[in-house]
């Protein structure tokens, strides 16, 4: 796309990166700017609007970090819809960060194929030992029931660090000194 209708107020209380960047998203949200697009470089709209290339480069910025668009080497700035199909939640004025916040607040996870879930607050299930870990805890609680409620020296409990030792070298699956658990 060459040229984008856009009307920027000089005489406003908001700054003009924000009031473009509004202008666009909003011309993405309404449809005008269809998936695939590609955005006007910053330089030709920087002409077209006679404004700072700052001032376009902050607006792009928060469009890219917002997932409106995607730069692509040698293309430029292409817009992408970012809006996935959801019947239980209302997408109308949600980014996609918005959205997989959202969708993970209702229980539900945000996949895409290919999608790799970088969080280092959940653990994979499939790779976790459950079993082995409720052994782990059972045993402990069964073996040390009466010592539960006291204090423990600063570098921790001896028989909690003997009973994680026997376990992980009855187990096989890795050895530990029980000075370093």
Known sequence: M??????????????????????????????VLKDGTKLPSIRSLGRQLNISKTTIETAYHLLLEEGYVLSKERAGLIVVNPYVERASIQTDSLTPRKLATELEANGQAYKEEGYIDFSLLTIDGDSFPLRIWKSIVGESLT???????????????????????????????????????
């Open 2 to 31: 060459n040229t984008i209708e856009l009307n920027l107020s000089f005489h406003t209380d908001g700054p003009l990166y924000m009031q473009l960047y509004k202008h666009i998203r909003a011309l993405i949200q309404e449809g």
């Open 143 to 181: 073996l040390h029931s009466q010592s539960l409620h006291e204090y423990a020296i600063q570098r921790g409990n001896i028989h909690y660090e003997r009973a994680w030792h026997s376990i992980f070298d009855t187990h096989g699956e890795l050895y530990v000194h029980p000075n370093k658990l």
